[in-house]
């Protein structure tokens, strides 16, 4: 079995041990047809718009409060 044959310093083994723990950044786009922001592959959360075409179906707030 291969044994080094330095010592490994605290701060190299530090920095090799902190890549597990790196986290990407969130794949945020913008949507096609309200141009809000929102994540890749996922409904827009504005207008319910997702792959050329609607989803979700939003109420008006306001055409509730009629009722």
Known sequence: MAVPKKR???S???RRRANH???AP???THCP???APRM?????????FY???TVIEFVDPAA????
């Open 51 to 53: 792959r050329d075409r």
């Open 33 to 35: 047809k309200c141009a």
């Open 8 to 10: 490994k310093s605290k």
């Open 21 to 23: 723990d790196k986290v």
């Open 64 to 67: 509730t409060d009629a009722l």
């Open 40 to 48: 890749s592959h996922r409904v827009c959360g504005t207008c319910g």
């Open 26 to 28: 969130k794949n945020i």
């Open 12 to 14: 190299r083994r530090d």
